[in-house]
């Protein structure tokens, strides 16, 4: 089950150049390149001939010649020039064409129907180009299925265990976590008072009490920002622009029903100039997302090893649940529900 009229993030903006580059979104394997208008073409990664993927093929201008027969295709996806050069071309003979957009320093494919590719609906993730913002992060093949990705992200309350030694800390099981939907948003959030600062946020072995907040924004279909900080407990509960207020980026990509591209990251809005800064909260994350990937891809698999067990939800899990009936409903609309487990996606919080 995949919702297929939303837009997907199938590379990081600065990874595209000239040459092909392949990823499978949504269960469709895709060609995109950029042209050398500075564009970005996204094509379906097959030759209309005999599928060899077009992403091995030669580069000829704008133009890909696939390297099986030499069909010429343009940057359309369209034939220009035929295996035998002096045969007619049938203009008929395409790829399909996926429509594309860069933003937010990604690239986004939409696999749907074409004529729905509202560049209005990408997700809005304004802090990786606000010119006043500084953004940087990676991206993880994960064996497991997207929704598994979500309700960890939608999780506050994993950290404790998954991560003791870096962004964990025992008063996060003590402070109360509220859920809420808003329109096709769904909302977790954790306030902690007057708590030790967690070991990502500590900078001197003495230091004094903070206030930390984590709030996470599950956005359709699969993105999930989160906002995270401490402040001094003297400055109160507040959200103003503090020099460890983040945004964690996690823009989720199905690959297939079992696999997932993950592609995350942080921004900040202060002191946006400090590389050194920037590649170390980089190194930090990508450590920490280390260790989600080693449970959700264990999880996945005790998932196939148990086809007679079902995911159960406790009241900690209310994020995840709620994400995922947006998710459902966005799938019924794209036609999806029959393939979709209804059940799995309604579970009763218990
Ligand atoms: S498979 Fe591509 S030209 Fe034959
Ligand atoms: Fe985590």
Same mark, same amino acid.
């Given at each position: 089950?995949?919702?297929?009229?939303?837009?997907?993030?199938?590379?990081?903006?600065?990874?595209?150049?000239?040459?092909?580059?392949?990823?499978?979104?949504?269960?469709?394997?895709?060609?995109?390149?950029?042209?050398?208008?500075?564009?970005?073409?996204?094509?379906?990664?097959?030759?209309?001939?005999?599928?060899?993927?077009?992403?091995?093929?030669?580069?000829?201008?704008?133009?890909?010649?696939?390297?099986?027969?030499?069909?010429?295709?343009?940057?359309?996806?369209?034939?220009?020039?035929?295996? $035998?050069?002096?045969?007619?071309?049938?203009?008929?003979?395409?790829?399909?064409?996926?429509?594309?957009?860069?933003?937010?320093?990604?690239?986004?494919?939409?696999?749907?129907?074409?004529?729905?590719?509202?560049?209005?609906?990408?997700?809005?993730?304004?802090?990786?180009?606000?010119?006043?913002?500084?953004?940087?992060?990676?991206?993880?093949?994960?064996?497991?299925?997207?929704?598994?990705?979500?309700?960890?992200?939608?999780?506050?309350?994993?950290?404790?265990?998954?991560?003791?030694?870096?962004?964990?800390?025992?008063?996060?099981?003590?402070?109360?976590?509220?859920?809420?939907?808003?329109?096709?948003?769904? $909302?977790?959030?954790?306030?902690?008072?007057?708590?030790?600062?967690?070991?990502?946020?500590?900078?001197?072995?003495?230091?004094?009490?903070?206030?930390?907040?984590?709030?996470?924004?599950?956005?359709?279909?699969?993105?999930?920002?989160?906002?995270?900080?401490?402040?001094?407990?003297?400055?109160?509960?507040?959200?103003?622009?503090?020099?460890?207020?983040?945004?964690?980026?996690?823009?989720?990509?199905?690959?297939?029903?079992?696999?997932?591209?993950?592609?995350?990251?942080?921004?900040?809005?202060?002191?946006?100039?400090?590389?050194?800064?920037?590649?170390?909260?980089?190194?930090?994350?990508?450590?920490?997302?280390?260790?989600?990937?080693?449970?959700?891809?264990?999880?996945?698999?005790?998932?196939?090893?148990?086809?007679?067990?079902?995911?159960?939800?406790?009241? $900690?899990?209310?994020?995840?649940?709620?994400?995922?009936?947006?998710?459902?409903?966005?799938?019924?609309?794209?036609?999806?529900?029959?393939?979709?487990?209804?059940?799995?996606?309604?579970?009763?919080?218990?």
């Amino acid at each position: 089950m995949f919702v297929t009229n939303q837009w997907y993030v199938i590379a990081y903006a600065r990874d595209i150049g000239p040459e092909p580059f392949s990823r499978t979104v949504c269960g469709k394997r895709i060609l995109v390149y950029r042209k050398q208008d500075g564009s970005v073409t996204a094509m379906r990664d097959a030759c209309p001939h005999r599928l060899l993927p077009l992403s091995m093929g030669i580069k000829e201008g704008d133009n890909i010649r696939c390297r099986y027969h030499g069909l010429v295709l343009d940057a359309d996806g369209r034939a220009v020039e035929m295996p $035998i050069k002096s045969d007619p071309v049938n203009r008929s003979i395409c790829a399909a064409k996926y429509p594309v957009v860069e933003r937010y320093q990604f690239i986004w494919v939409w696999i749907g129907e074409p004529a729905k590719a509202d560049p209005a609906l990408v997700p809005d993730y304004w802090m990786c180009e606000d010119p006043g913002w500084v953004f940087d992060g990676g991206s993880y093949h994960v064996r497991c299925n997207y929704q598994l990705l979500v309700d960890n992200l939608m999780d506050l309350t994993h950290e404790t265990y998954v991560h003791e030694g870096s962004i964990g800390q025992p008063e996060l099981m003590q402070s109360p976590i509220t859920s809420r939907v808003e329109g096709d948003r769904v $909302i977790v959030e954790r306030w902690m008072h007057d708590v030790p600062p967690a070991p990502a946020y500590r900078t001197s072995p003495d230091q004094e009490n903070v206030d930390r907040w984590q709030i996470c924004h599950f956005l359709p279909p699969s993105s999930v920002i989160i906002d995270v900080g401490v402040a001094p407990v003297s400055e109160g509960w507040s959200l103003e622009n503090h020099p460890v207020r983040s945004f964690v980026i996690d823009a989720i990509t199905p690959e297939t029903e079992t696999t997932s591209w993950y592609y995350w990251g942080a921004a900040r809005g202060v002191d946006i100039g400090n590389a050194e800064r920037t590649a170390r909260t980089k190194m930090l994350q990508g450590k920490v997302f280390a260790e989600d990937i080693a449970v959700l891809e264990a999880q996945q698999q005790s998932i196939e090893d148990n086809p007679d067990l079902k995911l159960r939800a406790f009241n $900690i899990d209310a994020g995840g649940v709620r994400s995922r009936t947006i998710i459902r409903k966005m799938a019924q609309r794209d036609g999806a529900a029959a393939a979709m487990d209804a059940s799995d996606a309604e579970q009763e919080l218990a």
